[in-house]
């Protein structure tokens, strides 16, 4: 017995030194952890159950045959985080590169099942050269089985992707589909071609970061969501993530008890939007005012920042959040603002979060850029976002709220269940001197009677007393009151049942 006991520890040890010592101290020398350290860091301590740590590859080309490192490249188990269930994969560079071998997809597809089962997240750590080039189809194989559980597990459970190294060509199309895609700064980044192939077929000569490193995909692209400094600090963050979540889409999120008063009144926001109509505020400072202790998870902080998105709480329930930001164009929608948003509203109705929307938009950005890029169905997968949502659905306009932008941020008639807005606020077809250009044409050139107009349009239209009279607005209520008012709101609207008709899936405009 004692004999095959060192047998077993002996072939967990191997399993555990992956590639070996050198390229252990490779993977270090770059800045990065290893795929068990990583999990060591992601998960709780003590947590961590390992699956098929002796699986092995059955490739025989390319003197395959000779190399084989037990686990194959991919370390899978459950754990938790801060006590709650989680499946995860964590891809080891040191063993082949991390490249993905039919056996490797086998194991990411197990843990995938195991998590639908369990009904519980799945947190992929990607640090992976691709398909495992000795394999040829039978990797590809592995990588479409891999993405046809990504698309069963889509909406059912959260899929957190931490993109930690390379992941390239087909390999970045799993994360694409998971809910979140986190990067770390300098050793990770995604693309479908790298730069020498780019050189090849465009001519242009771009730097692997330039091309996909962690700034271009969370700035320009919106690919992935946040970036980080370092795997630790991306690690932690996934944590502090999954304490909003719940575990699936069954589930509510988990509870925070918090020392946080629903009923604490802020009485700086009324002072926050300024007197003069086209200057801005920091519409951030109303979320970490209104929420729970000022905890807030931006998602996307720095894409499209003309539109916030991100998680708190109120009373200790996970909220997720939409707000226009005046101090970015204005606060006005455009493409990227539009799918950002988008995105964000349809996680939160997956998994039953709430949904708090703050206006101050002045309709939507225009230019030939944004049509030829295709504004019209773009904007509308935000309009549709929010008309499909079944979630409990709370609106606040802080200020402007024109034209189209003011249908599609959350209003009444698309199944808002509480519209509120500040007393300042100006729902409105168009600013005021936009709409007496228009409709008293005539008058142009002669200042007297274009500001006589404006004033008597910015009168009727810029405050909120039309659209509450028609009830598109719930109430007029005082900026202070917000996190009171949207306190109780929720509480009203735990129970809310409200359904779609039935139908195999919509077709949002994509
Ligand atoms: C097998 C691989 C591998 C791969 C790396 N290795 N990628 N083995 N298949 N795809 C091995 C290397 O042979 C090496 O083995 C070890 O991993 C580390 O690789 P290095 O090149 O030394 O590391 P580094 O300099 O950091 O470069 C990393 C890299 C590079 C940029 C990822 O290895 C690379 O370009 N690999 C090929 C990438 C690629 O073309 N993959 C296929 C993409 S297409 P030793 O034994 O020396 O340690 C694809 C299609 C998916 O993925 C389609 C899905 C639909």
Redesign the pocket.
């Known amino acids: 017995m004692k004999e095959i006991l060192a047998r077993l520890e002996g072939k967990r040890q191997a399993a555990r030194m992956g ?1 070996g010592e050198q ?1 252990i101290a490779v993977q270090h020398g ?1 800045g990065k952890l290893t795929a068990r350290e990583r999990l060591d860091v992601l998960l709780d301590p003590g947590s961590f159950e390992e699956y098929d740590m002796f699986m092995e590859h059955r490739c025989v080309d390319f003197g395959m045959a000779e190399q084989k490192i037990s686990g194959d490249g991919v370390v899978i188990g459950s754990g938790t985080i801060n006590g709650r269930l989680v499946y995860v994969f964590s891809q080891d ?1 040191t063993v ?5 071998s039919e056996t490797h997809a086998e194991k990411i597809c197990k843990i995938m099942d195991m998590a639908m089962t369990a009904g519980a997240p799945v947190i992929g750590l990607n640090d992976s ?6 394999e040829g189809v039978a ?2 194989a592995g ?2 089985n891999v ?1 046809q559980k990504n698309i069963m597990a889509s909406g059912v459970i959260p899929q957190i992707s931490v993109i930690m190294g ?1 992941c ?4 970045v ?1 799993s994360p694409a589909i998971t809910d979140f895609i986190f990067m770390v700064k300098d050793s990770s980044y995604m693309f479908v071609t ?1 730069p020498d192939v780019v050189k090849t077929v465009t001519n242009e000569t771009v730097t692997q970061e330039e091309l996909g490193g962690a700034i271009t995909h969370t700035v320009k692209s919106g690919v992935a969501d946040v970036a980080f400094e370092n795997d630790v600090e991306a690690l932690i963050q996934v944590r502090r993530l999954v304490d909003f979540l719940p575990l699936n889409n069954r589930e509510k999120s988990p509870d925070f008890p918090t020392f946080d008063h629903a009923d604490r009144e802020e009485m700086s926001l009324d002072t926050l939007v300024p007197d003069n109509p086209n200057k801005p505020y920091d519409m951030h400072e109303l979320i970490h005012k209104v929420i729970d202790e000022g905890d807030f998870y931006e998602i996307q902080p720095t894409h499209a920042k003309n539109i916030i998105t991100g998680f708190g709480r109120i009373e200790g329930q996970t909220v997720g959040f939409v707000a226009n930001q005046p101090m970015v164009l204005a606060g006005c929608l455009d493409i990227n603002a539009s799918r950002k948003a988008a995105r964000f509203v349809r996680f939160c109705d997956c998994f039953n979060i709430p949904i708090v929307t703050f206006v101050d938009v002045p309709g939507f950005l225009p230019g030939t850029r944004q049509e030829y890029d295709g504004i019209i169905k773009q904007g509308a997968k935000l309009l549709f976002a929010f008309g499909e949502a079944t979630v409990p659905k709370i609106t606040i306009i802080t200020r402007k709220a024109y034209g189209g932008a003011y249908d599609v941020m959350a209003s009444k008639h698309l199944r808002g269940d509480l519209n509120f807005a500040w007393p300042r606020a100006e729902i409105a077809v168009m600013g005021a001197k936009g709409a007496v250009e228009i409709i008293f044409r005539a008058d142009i050139g002669d200042e007297a009677k274009i500001e006589a107009r404006t004033q008597e349009y910015s009168a009727k239209f810029a405050n909120p007393f039309i659209a509450a009279g028609r009830g598109y607005i719930d109430d007029v209520i005082m900026p202070h009151a917000s996190r009171r008012r949207i306190a109780r709101g929720l509480r009203m609207l735990k129970n809310k049942d409200l359904g779609n008709p039935w139908k195999k899936h919509d077709n949002m405009p994509l």
Do not use: D, E, H, W
């Open positions: 590639g390229r770059k560079f082949f590169g991390g490249s993905l050269g691709g398909a495992r080039i000795q990797a590809l990588y479409a993405f390379p390239a060509g087909g390999a199309y790298g």
